[in-house]
Nanobody, 121 residues
Framework: VQLQASGGGLVQTGGSLRLSCAAS????????MGWFRQAPGKEREFVAT????????DYAESVKGRFTIARDNAKNTMYLQMNSLKPEDTALYYC???????????????WGQGTLVTVSS
């Protein structure tokens, strides 16, 4: 599966953005999907994951209550709605696909190119 993330940009503290991840192919619904991010000088970290049918989700503690992950299997697309953004949310955001439900980036074998989110203070 090939993935392309979009929707990043510059936003002020407290603002919102919605990221999208478009997948190619007809097997999107067979993958667990996730969002990860990497800030400059920091390691890649887990943000959120969603099960194949969208029923189960999991979030990093740092984004719980502010971010919402969703997917539309009919459109081969995953989303990340980000509200109440903070400067510490600034990072390159990646979407990824996995065969297992996991928050561990090493379990994800297909990655998009990343979309940059910058939150100004």
């Amino acid at each position: 599966v090939q993935l392309q993330a979009s929707g990043g940009g510059l936003v002020q503290t407290g603002g919102s953005l919605r990221l999208s991840c478009a997948a190619s192919g007809r097997t999107f619904s067979s993958y667990v999907m996730g969002w990860f991010r990497q800030a400059p000088g920091k390691e890649r970290e887990f943000v959120a994951t969603i099960s194949r049918n969208g029923v189960s989700t999991d979030y990093a503690e740092s984004v719980k209550g502010r971010f919402t992950i969703a997917r539309d299997n009919a459109k081969n697309t995953m989303y990340l709605q980000m509200n109440s953004l903070k400067p510490e949310d600034t990072a390159l955001y990646y979407c990824a696909a996995s065969r297992v439900y996991s928050s561990n980036w090493s379990q994800y074998h297909y990655w998009g190119q990343g979309t940059l989110v910058t939150v100004s203070s």
